[in-house]
């Protein structure tokens, strides 16, 4: 088989392949022109970050059966695309953790003592220590903002610097917390209110976007020192600045700035900060880890194994998926569903497979759910392959049952997710032309296709409910596609399911909540 290696991985990787018996072409500078023309040639591509994979190279990539990102985000790459065509993407999410994780611990003793600072006074044929006076690690509080790999491995390093760790990750089970000994946040402002340092280790998305911001920094610590090694916009480069210039940040060290390459902060125009060109992955042993991995996955995958990091597809033969696609479809968004309903995190998480489907080999509708669940919510892609491995490292239990028959519908799935303080149930199923549908959630029967932009309320049984939120809804210009209303068992309260043509915004949202005999209101997304 055919490998195109178009971005620069590490030698072991290649030779790897060339070991494989696999015939293997080397093109670091091809141009977009020669990559559309020669690709056709090949069964599988390897990429970084620089070359788009698009439906232009779909196009001309008729053989092409395996797409390896040597590196973690797989933005470059139209993964539906691939998926449409069967074509498998790989990635190496795992390689460079422990570079990450020790380039956030050396920029924060380094921030600690002044270090580069320091160096540069004393290379300026300068002596004078009194300008350079740091402050220790023992005894301080480290507020870790997400508890994933990286974040993980520097909170327990730094604990054996004497240091007491506090960590804030709603996703991540209580369990977690207590097996590594780190204290658990039940909300960024208590992690703000008590933390020394405090190091961001979240993905980049709309809820973490400018999550460290100017009212942040209206609570923390005199003094706090701020690391970001994550992604550059998750702080506040502005409200950081104002933050060091008014001396309530006593520093920060950043690998990642917003615009990347040519930044534009005026966080460089400060000596109170510490800032590198997003080098956490960068060392000699990681970049090695990445082209050995990506290689191997890539041969893996042409060889029609079972992928630790494959980010699209399930471990399902050709056959098999198209029977079960509406149903991995279904239970995906099911799973995206949950975490815009409830805060708090599944400690177990039952699937109940009703009429024909609970026949079926289910184990990728537990992935796809999982997936669903949290694939907006964490650093890594979560991918059927890897979801139920994610799932357990926070502590999820998962069981699975299986009914025969099946009331209403000849298969249905149901899933109870059982958190500290309530059970959310839902329940869908696969009608028509592959549609699915959500037809229940909790005690109330709907019947809606889980698409789109979504409204979702809980009233009190009362006359006039629906009129009022048509009315609240109209008067913002926001049209109602479907609705689904249903009665709760004792008649006392009811659900009202909408679909409309636009996304229900906080403004909206919060008319809605103050309105008389409203429960409880969710914009929902999928």
């Not at 708090?344 to 509708?365: C, D, Q």
Request: proline share 3%.
């Amino acid at each position: 088989m055919k490998i195109l290696v178009a971005e620069k991985i590490a030698d072991e990787g290649i030779e790897f392949l060339k070991s494989k018996q696999m015939s293997v072409t080397v093109d670091y500078g091809l141009s977009r022109e020669a990559l559309l023309k020669s690709i056709g040639d090949y069964d599988a591509l390897i990429v970084r970050s620089v070359t788009k994979v698009n439906e232009e190279l779909y196009q001309h990539a008729k053989k092409l059966k395996v797409i390896g990102r040597a590196g973690n985000g797989v933005d470059n790459i139209e993964l539906s695309g691939a998926t449409e065509r069967g074509i498998i993407v790989v990635n190496t999410p795992d390689a460079n953790t422990v570079s990450a994780a020790e380039h956030t611990i050396a920029l924060m003793l380094s921030l600690s003592r002044n270090i580069p600072r320091a160096d540069a006074h004393i290379k300026s044929r300068q002596w004078d220590r009194t300008l350079f006076q740091g402050v220790e690690m023992m005894g301080k509080t480290l507020g870790v903002i997400g508890l994933g790999r990286i974040g993980t491995m520097v909170a327990t390093r730094m604990q054996s610097f004497g240091m007491d760790v506090i960590a804030y990750d709603p996703y991540i089970n209580a369990d977690k917390f207590e097996r590594f000994n780190v204290k658990r946040a039940n909300t960024l402002d208590e992690l703000l209110d008590i933390s020394d340092f405090i190091s961001v280790h979240t993905p980049k998305t709309k809820e973490t976007l400018g999550m460290i911001n100017e009212n942040s920094f209206k609570r923390v610590k005199k003094e706090v020192r701020i690391i970001n090694c994550a992604r550059g916009g998750i702080v506040d480069e502005k409200a950081l600045y104002d933050a060091i210039k008014e001396g309530i940040v006593a520093g920060a060290a950043i690998d990642v700035l917003k615009d990347e390459p040519h930044p534009i902060s005026p966080l460089l125009d400060l000596e109170e900060t510490i800032i590198t060109p997003h080098l956490g992955a960068d060392t000699i042993e990681a970049q090695k880890n990445v082209g050995e991995t990506v290689a191997v996955e890539v041969y893996e995958a042409l060889k029609g194994k079972l992928i630790a990091n494959a980010v699209n597809l399930p471990s399902l033969s050709v056959h098999e998926l198209e029977q079960m696609k509406p149903f991995l479809t279904l239970v995906e968004r099911m799973g995206k569903l949950y975490h815009q309903i409830h805060n708090e995190v599944a400690e177990t998480i039952e699937f109940i497979y009703k009429g024909e489907l609970s026949h079926h080999s289910t184990e990728p509708l537990v992935l796809s759910f999982i997936k669903g669940l949290y694939e907006t919510v964490l650093d890594t892609p979560v991918t059927y392959v890897n979801a139920r491995i994610l799932a357990e490292n926070r502590g999820i239990a998962i069981s699975e049952r299986r009914v025969s028959t099946s009331d209403e519908y000849s298969n249905s799935i149901a899933i109870k997710l059982h958190s500290k303080n309530e059970v959310f149930e839902i329940e869908g199923t696969v009608l028509g032309k592959g549609e699915p549908r959500i037809v229940a959630i909790n005690n109330y029967s709907i019947d809606i296709v889980p698409k789109g932009n979504m409204l979702l309320i809980e009233n009190n049984d009362s006359p006039g409910m629906i009129g009022a939120i048509g009315h609240i809804l109209g008067k913002n210009n926001i049209n109602v596609s479907t609705m689904n209303v249903s009665l709760s068992q004792t008649h006392k309260s009811a659900l009202m399911l909408l679909t409309v043509d636009q996304t229900i915004h906080d403004g909206v949202l919060l008319e809605i909540h103050q309105h008389p005999g409203i429960l409880k209101a969710w914009s929902l997304k999928i």
